[in-house]
């Protein structure tokens, strides 16, 4: 998790800080075969050089960004744990839990989804 030392040192609220690395060590403990990267300043999670997940900060929420195909598919699951989103991202507001089980599923959404993609996005 070295490659977001330097993300996550630049967080200036502590709790904020910490659920962060929380969010991004369980993570990496899930699916160690990720590779943990900084892009764009974003904390972000590749797998055979192709995008997975990212994230981001912002003041009332950590966003959480897996691409529209994987949000689309998880709509009404994002509703239906308390979170609003875009077409490109996830807000989780700090003071809600996290919804480990969705994130997993959307991961495991984008893994298998892109087991052949070439390229960082989809096209």
Do not use: C
């Amino acid at each position: 998790m070295e490659a977001f030392k330097t993300f996550l040192s630049g967080i200036d609220q502590r709790e904020h800080q910490q659920r962060t690395e929380e969010i991004l060590t369980w993570i990496h403990q899930q699916f160690p075969h990720l590779k943990p990267v900084i892009k764009w300043n974003q904390p972000m999670f590749t797998d055979h050089e192709t995008f997975i997940i990212a994230f981001s900060t912002a003041k009332k929420h950590l966003a959480v960004a897996p691409e529209n195909a994987a949000i689309h598919t998880f709509s009404n699951a994002i509703k239906q744990a308390g979170y609003e989103h875009t077409k490109e991202l996830i807000r989780i507001p700090w003071e809600s839990p996290v919804n480990y089980a969705l994130l997993q599923g959307i991961i495991d959404f984008n893994i298998k989804d892109k087991e052949n993609t070439t390229t960082f996005w989809r096209k």
